[in-house]
């Protein structure tokens, strides 16, 4: 959708495969894409992301996050380590 109307959407995730398969699509569609490989649980890679998308592009006017991990453990069950560590990816 944003694409469409004229925005670079960065992609980034750790997964480069599935990353450059949605870029090709947001193209595909006339739309610009980036693929930048990050990992959200560490700090580094956020700084990189972040560092290298204000060069490439000037400025970020949205971030979208949607990182995550499925706990299949009812919630009153799960330790604290776990619902952290579910929490922080």
Do not use: F, Q, Y
């Amino acid at each position: 959708m944003a694409a469409s109307r004229g925005a670079t959407v960065v992609v980034a995730a750790r997964g480069e495969a599935a990353l450059n398969a949605l870029a090709d699509e947001i193209a595909t569609s006339g739309g610009r894409a980036i693929v930048i490989s990050c990992d959200v649980s560490d700090p580094a890679s956020i700084r990189h992301l972040a560092d290298t998308v204000i060069s490439r592009c000037g400025r970020i006017d949205t971030w979208i996050n949607n990182a995550g991990v499925a706990i299949a453990t009812p919630a009153l069950k799960t330790c604290r380590s776990t619902m952290r560590a579910g929490c922080s990816t």
